[in-house]
């Protein structure tokens, strides 16, 4: 990465979760992105957490999400991801190996941005061309 060039890194909702729970591997491996991009979520990331945090949570972890999510940069779902999340699931459903639709759209999201997607799931979206993960 060259220092003079804007680097997003998008956060996937299993890293976000952790976090939450203060699991040090990924506050380490987080602090340390901080100086070198600029971290990011996407829509259905955030809403991914949110409707655990609904679900499962409280007032107070409710608070702490919000916080967190507050601190990211969220992509959108937009026409163009959109039109790049259809393409990867149909490549995906040509070839056997299909993924969930809510990791398609969150890896096109990321995509569309030119970012990289920070996940615990490597091996998951490694199936996934043109996505670049850290």
Same mark, same amino acid.
């Given at each position: 990465? @060259? ?8 956060? !996937? &909702?299993? #890293? =976000? ?6 699991? $040090? ?34 007032? @107070? ?8 999510? !507050? &601190?990211? #940069? =969220? ?6 991801? $959109? ?52």
């Amino acid at each position: 990465m @060259e220092n003079n060039e804007t680097h997003y890194c998008v956060v !996937d &909702s299993d #890293v =976000i979760i952790n976090l939450m729970k203060k699991r $040090s591997e990924f506050v380490g491996v987080l602090e340390g992105l901080k100086e070198k991009a600029i971290l990011c979520t996407t829509a259905y990331n955030a809403f991914e957490v949110l409707h655990g945090t609904f679900a499962h949570g409280n007032a @107070e972890e409710l608070h702490q999400t919000t916080q967190l999510l !507050d &601190s990211l #940069v =969220i992509f959108p779902f937009d026409c163009q991801s $959109s039109q790049r999340a259809a393409r990867i699931s149909s490549g995906l459903e040509k070839t056997g190996k299909l993924l969930p639709e809510g990791d398609i759209v969150i890896a096109a999201i990321t995509i569309e941005n030119g970012a990289r997607l920070l996940t615990g799931n490597k091996k998951h979206f490694g199936r996934i061309g043109g996505l670049k993960l850290v």
